[in-house]
């Protein structure tokens, strides 16, 4: 680096160095702020304890600490590898944790809401994001999400369960390495049902609490480890086999999104975009004496294919949705395909530079056709009727953009990306018997407080069989309340309102990271108990081979037998390790979110399978 780049680099750090070093510094701060407290009250601890039992009292200091650290640690690439923002935070929130509990005794108990409400609020906001292209992707890969599914849970018991018995680590261990390196932490609370309801037989001399603390052990160090090392697998793998994990991407969204290509689906991010277009506005005065005295909206019916759009009298500026009635001299700003404004000269006048008639403010909008009577009407005849001011950019039906040509027949339930003056799109609408819909700000806060709720009751909702508790679990029935909700919306924007993509982005970010700041603040304490004997080392090895090993060999299958799409793949292999950080990681890295189209299926049949085997697990241990 020379000189002058080491100066710059002094001078305009990266960003994510300066949130770091402002993290670390507040960390600092609160090991030294002692001195003032101490004069103010007497404290049991001081120094850096101080600061530790201070965090522990003030959970929400903790929680973006560690975000502020975190997310700039997993920023920081050495040697081609970033941790990601998700494993960053789970790492710092895991050093915080442990530090306090291994050298003050002092432990972080964050309630489990604060937990369950975030990871929620993320599957919901992950749901919003896939649900567009998520019937689709199922139709297309639908059996293989289901084998790859079974390829990961099946091998991940196989794995643990024989090392253990090869092993000899006693009673409870199999049962708590397979809900650690699954990171489904209710597999634990089956194997502890079989053990209470004596469907495990307990050898002689071996207690229900050392059972208890085996599955602990097991489970806690192997979770660690497998929800660390799994975002980094499953991030990689495409580089691992020389693909570009964005090019990739963009392959799949195009295959996984059906019909041409109409830019965004309603609904969804982007569908406000203005985009490149052929249309103009340009100005002529009015020259010729048979334009005199007629109405703009008569003239529009003598030329559908170009609009007056603004009128310039004097120091007069007319809008057109005042329908003036033009003069001799006036200047008429009109919108239409260039090649027709070409000739526009010799049907008004001389074109003229005057930019009081060009400045049009244009939207775009998605109108849903409901019940009217301009249904089954060509393209061309409706906008003889209502489209004066505005042009056909897009045409969806049931989700799926098609040809809009002059001849295509308008039909109930078609979804019109129409762009040009609010007023022109207000009056479309209008006429149509439906509202435009137009990507804001609206966080549509009550809507998705309900579909939370239906979601929550839906996998709240559990049959027990065998003495075995099965339930789609509260999170992914949200996340399906948001896969359904988006689709619904591609069908018609006005479900529910619009979203704003950076309202739904922060539900996801902060979602996720708060989540996992909790878990890491509940798992981290528990590793130094673990830490006994040479055990903790084969729990180590068993506990990262049953949580890397299993998707890698779903990866084969579907990579080398299957030919998927690298990006959709490990968006399977994550939903089949029940991994939504390792989900985020691919998605970052490929800079799209196509690859939660193949995480619900394998996420949701694994979710099921893996208590029934960790069941299994601790009966025949």
Not at 268 to 282: M, Y
Not at 345 to 368: C, F, K, T, Y
Not at 483 to 501: A, D, H, M, Y
Request: hydrophobic share 50%; aromatic share 10%.
């Amino acid at each position: 680096m020379n000189s002058n780049k080491l100066v710059g680099y002094i001078s305009h750090p990266p960003k994510h160095i300066i949130s770091l070093i402002l993290g670390l510094f507040f960390l600092v701060s609160l090991f030294f702020g002692n001195a003032y407290a101490a004069s103010v009250q007497p404290e049991s601890y001081s120094g850096i304890a101080w600061a530790m039992n201070y965090l522990a009292q003030n959970p929400f200091a903790y929680l973006f600490l560690t975000l502020s650290i975190g997310y700039p640690l997993g920023r920081i690439t050495v040697g081609g590898i970033c941790l990601g923002a998700t494993a960053g935070t789970l790492v710092t929130g895991i050093l915080i944790a442990l530090a306090s509990s291994a050298l003050y005794g002092i432990t972080y108990n964050i309630p489990g809401l604060v937990e369950d409400i975030f990871l929620m609020l993320f599957m919901y906001a992950l749901g919003m994001r896939v649900g567009p292209q998520f019937f689709s992707g199922l139709a297309r890969g639908g059996i293989d999400f289901l084998v790859i599914g079974l390829i990961v849970v099946f091998s991940n018991f196989l794995i643990v369960f024989l090392g253990v018995k090869l092993l000899d680590l006693g009673p409870g261990y199999a049962a708590g390495i397979i809900s650690g390196s699954y990171t489904v932490t209710a597999v634990m609370g089956v194997a502890q049902s079989a053990v209470t309801s004596g469907a495990f037989k307990l050898p002689d001399g071996v207690t229900a609490d050392m059972v208890g603390a085996n599955m602990a052990a097991g489970y806690a160090i192997s979770y660690v480890l497998s929800s660390i090392f799994i975002i980094l697998l499953i991030k990689y793998l495409p580089k691992m086999f020389g693909r570009d994990a964005i090019a990739e991407a963009k392959i799949a969204e195009s295959t996984f999104t059906a019909g041409e290509d109409g830019g965004a689906l309603p609904g969804t991010a982007g569908a406000s975009t203005l985009g490149f277009t052929d249309k103009q506005v340009r100005s002529y005065r009015v020259e010729h004496k048979e334009l005199v005295g007629k109405s703009v909206s008569q003239l529009y019916k003598m030329n559908p294919h170009a609009a007056i759009l603004k009128v310039v009298r004097g120091e007069t500026v007319i809008d057109s949705k005042e329908n003036p009635t033009i003069k001799l001299g006036d200047i008429v700003g009109v919108a239409g395909d260039y090649n027709l404004l070409l000739k526009e000269s010799s049907q008004v006048g001389n074109e003229v530079d005057e930019p009081r008639a060009r400045m049009i403010d244009l939207e775009v909008a998605d109108i849903h056709v409901g019940k009217s009577e301009y249904a089954g009407k060509t393209i061309d005849e409706l906008g003889i009727e209502i489209g004066f001011g505005v042009y056909l950019k897009s045409l969806f039906r049931a989700g799926i953009a098609i040809p809009h040509l002059p001849k295509t027949v308008i039909e109930k339930g078609d979804v019109l990306r129409l762009a040009g003056p609010a007023w022109c799109v207000d009056h479309a609408a209008e006429a149509l018997k439906s509202v435009p819909v137009v990507e804001s700000a609206y966080t549509e806060v009550s809507f998705m407080s309900f579909a939370l709720f239906i979601g929550f009751v839906i996998g709240h909702a559990s049959v027990e069989i065998a003495g075995i508790p099965f339930a789609l679990g509260t999170s992914a029935g949200c996340m399906l309340m948001g896969i359904l909700i988006s689709w619904i919306r591609t069908r018609n924007p006005n479900f529910g309102g619009p979203t704003s993509e950076g309202a739904r982005a922060f539900l996801n970010d902060i979602g996720l990271s708060l989540f996992v700041a909790v878990l890491a603040a509940g798992v981290g304490p528990k590793i130094m108990s673990s830490f006994q004997g040479t055990t903790v080392l084969w729990i180590t090895v068993l506990g990262l081979l049953g949580a890397l090993v299993p998707p890698f060999l779903a990866w084969i299958y579907g990579y080398y037998f299957r030919k998927m799409n690298p990006i959709i793949l490990a968006g399977a292999c994550a939903g089949g390790r029940n991994s939504t950080p390792a989900l985020n990681g691919i998605q970052e890295l490929s800079q799209s979110g196509i690859a939660a189209v193949a995480y619900p299926v394998p996420y949701a049949l694994t979710s099921a399978i893996v208590l029934i085997l960790g069941y299994i697990a601790m009966v025949f241990s």
